[in-house]
């Protein structure tokens, strides 16, 4: 049973599409984020939320909008698609915001081609 | 911004050799933690570090928070070719802060 999932695995899509990625936890954590992997492997935080709120929102073109459902759910929708949204972005969560240091479990990732 | 810098960027090493990669930051941090990522997957948490100067082991992997909390290492002993991925460091400056992600350290292992 997978403590983070997200969906899909892998996204191909033309630039100028809205597409969503999808994020469940069942590990009863608190806290969910958003980061994204670049070709380089840089891992970027862009979005966290703590039992339904958002508490993280990096410098992120508003494009790109969390939606949090209740707190073991997570999605990412993006808007008109650019060729430079192309990359790995990865979910995950953790017990709760003040306890992060406990370790973050992340899903295996979306691999979104913008083409 | 914080900022982590890890070095080695990458190493391609023979299967049976010892690794040594680390972790350094201007600022210091109250947690290190310390992840691999296997190709197609998510990072995967090895070791977690709470207090300077703690060194902690988890199998062959052995990991230390340093003493002015400003750095940490990563030692892997007798690299076998499942040892490959790329492992990350990350710092925590203190509860309720967001964790800073190092650069990565790409291992490649030699059968």
Known sequence: DTAVSQTPKYLVTQMGNDKSIKCEQNLGHDTMYWYKQDSKKFLKIMFSYNN??????????????????????LNLHINSLELGDSAVYFCASSLGWTQSNYGYTFGSGTRLTVV | GQQLNQSPQSMF????EDVSMNCTSSSI???????????????????????????????????QFGITRKDSF??????????????????????????????????????
Do not use: M
């Not at chain 2, 703690?54 to 199998?59: A, K, P, R, V």
């Open chain 1, 52 to 73: 339904k709120e958002l508490i993280i929102n990096e410098t992120v073109p508003n494009r790109f909008s969390p939606k949090s459902p209740d707190k073991a759910h």
């Open chain 2, 13 to 16: 090493i023979q299967e049976g």
């Open chain 2, 74 to 111: 990563l030692n892997i002993s007798a690299s076998i070719p499942s040892d490959v991925g790329i492992y990350f460091c990350a710092g925590q400056r203190s509860e309720g802060n967001k964790l800073v992600f190092g650069a990565g350290t790409i291992l490649r292992v030699k059968s």
């Open chain 2, 29 to 63: 941090f109250n947690t290190w933690l310390w992840y691999k990522q296997d190709p197609g997957e998510g990072p995967v948490l090895l070791i977690a570090l709470y207090k300077a100067g703690e060194l902690t082991s988890n199998g062959r992997l052995t990991a």
